[in-house]
């Protein structure tokens, strides 16, 4: 019987999924580099969220493994070149998360344009403040998307949803795919000049880390506010908080960090009108599913010798 660790508290009702498919499971939380060597000696395959890193070392130490997945779509977190060396596959569930990113996104919008999180702390301290908690309308306001894949595709319906007029940025994308959305697709500059709201939706890579930066935090109207539920690192978060600090930058809401946790002398806790949440965005009980079902079936697939999807191949860049 084949035998798979699953890490990161993915919840039972996901790991069934891979016991029903005739595997032998484990489960443990979210593991450092020497507990992952010593948990993955005889085990075919690793599930992964984002807290665990796949280094080199840890696939040197799982001489029998097979086959790592990534729940979720980004795999910055495991080292696919040196998997690769090893003959280890590596698979990613991309969409398995899509609908709970984008919700989560929006939600943080939401909570940036109306203050609610520091509202809602001031009250549960006992101070009664309407004034200062006075928050904006979206109704109206302009979006700018940067990367229109599946995540910021189902942030613009929201977006749209809510009356906002949406913008994106996407050399990937047509002119004509982004308008069978609604969506003006536009140049970086445009997006920065125009968005009211600014939200990255881009893999981190080589050429993706800090995306957005100084240079492109001036080019942005006086008062824009950002989301970041991509990934930490694809803005630089030095460069955000002195444009917040200075005002240039209204608010900014991240569920992602350049470190996580998020260390404890981070400037960004002390910063009233910056929201952060604990990387949670795809935590759902219906991504975790989701997200299962589709390694498991795959993973199946690749036992019994049938063709894979999603596969992450170095060689061609994803």
């Known amino acids: 019987m084949k035998k798979v660790l699953v890490t990161d ?3 039972e009702v996901g790991v069934e999924a891979l016991r029903k498919e005739g595997l032998l499971v484990e489960t443990a939380p979210t593991l450092s580099e020497a507990d992952l060597c010593q948990r993955i000696a005889g085990c075919h395959g690793l599930i992964v969220r984002s807290a665990t890193k796949v280094s080199a070392t840890a696939l040197e130490a799982g001489r029998d493994l097979v086959v790592v997945g990534r729940a979720g779509a980004g795999v910055d977190n495991i080292d696919v070149e ?3 060396q090893r003959g280890v ?12 990113v984008a919700e989560h996104t ?19 301290g006992g101070r009664w403040e309407k004034e200062r908690f006075a928050g904006i309308e979206i109704y109206g306001k302009t979006l700018g998307i940067i990367g229109l894949g599946r995540i910021g595709s189902e942030v613009a319906r929201r977006a749209q949803g809510l009356r906002m007029q949406v913008v994106a940025y996407d050399p990937y994308l047509t002119a004509e795919a982004a ?26 890579t080589k050429e993706t880390r800090n995306f957005l930066g100084p240079a492109e935090f001036a080019r942005m109207k006086d008062g824009v506010r950002l989301i970041n539920c991509a990934r930490g690192g694809v803005i630089d978060e030095a460069g955000l908080v002195d444009a917040v600090r200075s005002g240039k930058v209204a608010g900014a809401a991240l569920d992602v ?3 996580e946790p998020l260390p404890a002398d981070s400037p960004l806790w002390d910063l009233e009108n910056v929201i952060i949440t604990p990387h949670i965005s795809g935590g759902t009980e219906h991504y975790n599913r989701r997200a299962t079902d589709i390694f498991a079936a795959n993973l199946r697939r690749y036992l019994d010798g049938a063709p894979l999807d999603n596969v992450i191949d170095p060689t061609r860049g994803y």
């Open 9 to 11: 508290g993915l919840q």
């Open 82 to 84: 040196a998997a690769s």
């Open 89 to 100: 596959i590596v698979m990613n569930t991309p969409g398995a998360n899509t609908i709970a």
């Open 106 to 124: 929006v939600g943080l919008l939401l909570a940036l344009a109306r203050k609610l999180p520091q509202a809602h702390g001031a009250l549960k």
């Open 179 to 204: 308008s069978k959305l609604g969506v003006e697709l536009v140049e970086l500059d445009e997006l920065l000049a125009r968005a009211d709201f600014v939200s990255i939706h881009i893999p981190l």
């Open 257 to 259: 960090f350049e470190q």
